[in-house]
């Protein structure tokens, strides 16, 4: 059988510059990154490998590929990159791409629609209003969950940014 | 009086109220004072809102900064991932004009207000060190801690340096200093500017992965001689006091806001501390 043809499309890497990543084409491949790299300790992944092929543009190796997920952003990589690539950035803006291609993971749907739905990240619930009270600290946190108006504000930015629709789609 | 609007993010006022506690009163001993701002939200979360659409994490980090500015005072935060989202925010925002435009015609729309560039934002031990000092911090010690700790610095407190320029992300020594400052030692110990895992959504995604770095770093510790692990960030806080009860493993670390071992030095009441609702017990006998 043969191997897999990829045909390389210049314009995903151009794509990731026009939004940010202008260092991506510095990357020489010396694996400093991946060399230290905590994620790629414990999984296959292997972000040398991820930067390689969207230098080559070929899309579906990173916009698909489960790897794309596995980096915690700790930029450790980032920091030690001798040519000065953004690498974590650089991550953050091809996953942005890969959510716009219906790629965004179940569980940061949840997470993402509580925060478009209540400001936070986590549920408030009633017995957290009873540990906050124990501790001598406002029952609801004098956060936006204390200020129904300045919430409708947050909502209205969610809403005109076009997250509220995004997230109504769901994760895979 | 050095006084700042108090952010309080999400994992702390909802899960670990004790490191809010403990922040107020450390706080409060130091002289520092802190303005809560009911407009404050999440901050909102790096790792998984800047993943998925950095113009709603953006537009709304700049909704964060907004609510600062026309109070005229600048952020304290008490977690790394509300940190590394409102200081890179406002990096992006005073260095990209056409972004920071996009930003502030979504917030005049939504009935917010422009945004123009000036809050700083600011992490609780970094005030610590630079505002308060490890010397007047010294002389509040009513109770010294003798104690071996593993300090656990997180990512975003010192990354992107570039952005952040506050110690050496290699070999950083701002919070060993302020261990020492109560009287405790700093451990040394292998990767310890290593991740807990956590960030970046990995946790939420695929949390067996997330707790394998946990391990990792946790098996470092055992090498040498440790009494707790102590955090700057309430979502590394959780990762360590949770993972370890998910690992099982012998030997459990307490897990320490370093706000809750101000607290601890500084003789404020141990119930308000919060060390009671930790997954993994914390038993320090200092």
């Known amino acids: 059988m043969p191997d897999t043809v990829y045909r390389p499309d210049n314009a995903f890497p151009q794509e990731i510059i026009s939004r940010g990543g202008t260092t991506i084409l510095r990357c020489f491949q010396c694996g400093t990154c991946t060399g230290s790299c905590p994620s790629g300790r414990q999984t296959a992944f292997r972000i040398r490998k991820l930067i390689r092929w969207a230098q080559l543009g070929i899309p579906e190796k990173v916009l698909n590929s489960p790897d794309l997920w596995m980096c915690t952003t700790c930029y450790t990589c980032q ?80 809403e005109i940014t076009g997250f509220t629709t995004l997230i109504a789609q769901g994760g895979k | 009086m050095p006084k700042y609007a108090f952010f309080l993010g999400c994992v702390m006022p909802l899960r670990y109220a004790g490191i809010e506690s403990s922040t107020r009163a450390v706080m409060k001993e130091l002289g520092v004072e802190l303005v809560d701002v009911d407009e404050f939200s999440c901050c909102p979360a790096p790792g998984i809102m800047r993943s998925l659409h950095s113009t709603t994490w953006l537009a709304i980090a700049a909704h964060n900064l907004v609510a600062a500015q026309e109070r ?7 977690c790394n991932g509300c940190f590394g989202s409102l200081d890179e925010a406002s990096h992006i925002l005073n260095h990209d004009e056409a972004k920071r435009a996009e930003v502030n015609k979504v917030l005049s729309k939504a009935g917010s207000k422009e945004y123009k560039g000036k809050t700083r934002v600011r992490h ?17 010690v ?11 610095y997180g990512c975003h407190f010192l990354k992107p340096s570039a952005v952040r320029a506050l110690d050496n992300p290699e070999a950083p020594t701002l919070l060993d200093e302020l ?42 510790l055992d090498e040498v001689k440790v009494d707790l692990i102590l955090d700057v960030c309430p979502f590394c ?45 914390v038993d320090l006998k200092a």
């Open chain 1, 79 to 158: 920091e030690r990159c001798p040519r000065g690539v953004e690498i974590t950035d650089i991550v953050m803006t091809m996953r942005n791409m890969a959510v716009e291609k219906g790629q965004m993971q179940k569980a940061h749907a949840r997470i993402a629609g509580n925060i478009a739905k209540t400001g936070h990240m986590l549920p408030f619930k009633e017995e957290n209003m009873k540990v906050r009270e124990g501790l001598g600290l406002q029952g609801t946190p004098p956060t936006i969950l204390s200020n129904k108006e300045g919430m409708a504000v947050v909502l209205r930015i969610f």
């Open chain 2, 142 to 152: 009513k109770k010294p801690l003798d104690l071996d700790v593993a300090v656990h």
């Open chain 2, 237 to 281: 806080h959780l990762q360590y006091d949770r993972g370890q009860k998910d690992l099982a493993r012998p030997k459990q670390y307490p897990v320490v806001h370093l706000s809750q071992f101000y607290g601890m030095a500084f003789g404020i009441d141990p119930k308000l501390l919060g060390f009671g609702m930790h997954d993994t017990k």
């Open chain 2, 179 to 220: 261990v020492v400052a109560v009287g405790a030692r700093s451990a040394n110990y292998r990767q310890k500017q290593m991740c807990c895992g956590a960030g970046g959504g990995v946790r939420a995604n695929t949390p067996d992965v997330a707790l394998k770095m946990t391990a990792e770093k946790l098996n470092y």
């Open chain 2, 72 to 78: 005229g005072l600048d952020i304290m935060v008490v």
């Open chain 2, 124 to 140: 609780f031990a970094e005030v610590l060190h630079k505002e308060v000092g490890v010397d007047a911090i010294s002389r509040k």
